[in-house]
């Protein structure tokens, strides 16, 4: 955890551990609370607003003929 902590790749900490593959290592990030609080926290609202789909009358009438 504290390698991961500190920005060590996790390939380099699959090898140090001796895991076959990353996949392996990757529990160790499911299970750190911690830095997904901090990413969560980068995170930002997008400035968009939704909006709503209106068909125009040319799709609306080949619609139709199907």
């Known amino acids: 955890m504290h ?3 500190s920005g ?3 390939e380099g900490i699959a090898l140090w551990l ?3 593959s ?3 290592t990757h529990h160790y ?3 750190n609370l911690a830095m997904k609080e901090q990413a969560l926290a ?3 609202d997008p400035k968009t607003t939704a909006g709503r789909f209106r ?3 040319s799709l609306l009438k080949f ?3 199907l």
Do not use: Y
């Open 3 to 5: 390698l991961l902590q």
């Open 8 to 10: 060590e790749p996790i």
């Open 18 to 20: 001796g895991h076959e």
């Open 22 to 24: 990353p996949t392996t």
């Open 29 to 31: 990030v499911e299970a």
């Open 42 to 44: 980068k995170l930002q």
């Open 55 to 57: 068909a125009t009358d």
């Open 63 to 65: 619609l139709k003929t």
